[in-house]
């Protein structure tokens, strides 16, 4: 069975310092990945998604993530984090986008 | 891009009640539509799979007497949660997909008194 694992459960950063989110994903072979926000109280908003293709994927708000097969990872990352950045991080996985899988989040603190 | 809407938004009722939580896809047909569960400060757990003009496919797991799952139309789901118990507070939020790709509802929150 699909699964999907973000290995860090919080993360804090300072105001205009580099982010690398964590997800590795389980599946035999290479299911959709996605990666969502969410802030308190809300819906999820999809950031970037990989389907196939170029493996580096550019997503909105200034994020991106690059799918490595090899290490069964999709990091998603940002050069310099802004104090809105902080939310609720979630990564996920489908095949075939059915059945989504989401990984447990990761709740990134922005420091001034 | 397609847009989901979820009503309500915020509901509180009282123990034994039955709750009904509407899913609608705005600006597009969606003959598959997924039902998520979220627990304060935890991960989005999929309850079910709802298709359009048949039954829903549950996880396992989820009671699929106490969550009714009804998409009676290709804009509309329904999640009716069944005499509702305080440990079914939670946040419910709907998927839709279209083209390929889920688009998320902004989820109701319950509270079960």
């Known amino acids: 069975a699909q699964s999907v694992t973000q290995p860090d459960i919080h993360i804090t950063v300072s105001e205009g310092a580099s982010l690398e989110l964590r997800c590795n994903y389980s599946?035999?072979?290479?299911?959709?990945l996605f990666w969502y926000v969410q802030s308190p109280g809300q819906g999820l908003q999809l950031l970037l998604k990989y389907f196939s293709g170029d493996t580096l994927v550019q997503g909105i708000k200034g994020f991106e993530a690059e799918f490595k097969r090899s290490q069964s990872s999709f990091n998603l990352r940002k050069p310099s984090v802004h104090w809105s950045d902080a939310a609720e991080y979630f990564c996920?996985?489908?095949?075939?986008?059915?059945?989504?899988?989401f990984g447990a989040g990761t709740r990134l603190t922005v420091k001034p | 891009g397609a847009v989901v809407s979820q009503h309500p938004s915020r509901v509180i009722c009282k123990s034994g009640t039955s709750v009904k939580i509407e899913c609608r896809s705005l600006d597009f047909q969606a003959t598959t539509m997924f039902w998520y569960r979220q627990f304060p400060k935890q991960s989005l757990m999929l309850m079910a799979t709802?298709?359009?003009?048949?039954?829903?496919?549950?996880e396992q797991g989820v009671e699929k007497d106490k969550f009714l799952i009804n998409h009676a139309s290709l804009t509309l789901s329904t999640l009716t949660v069944t005499s509702a118990h305080p440990e079914d507070s939670s946040f419910y939020i709907c998927s839709a997909r279209s083209l390929g790709e889920q688009f998320f509802g902004p989820g109701t929150r319950l509270t079960v008194l």
């Open positions: 599946y035999g072979a290479t299911p959709y």
């Open positions: 709802s298709n359009e003009g048949s039954k829903a496919t549950y």
């Open positions: 996920a996985s489908s095949y075939n986008n059915n059945d989504m899988r």
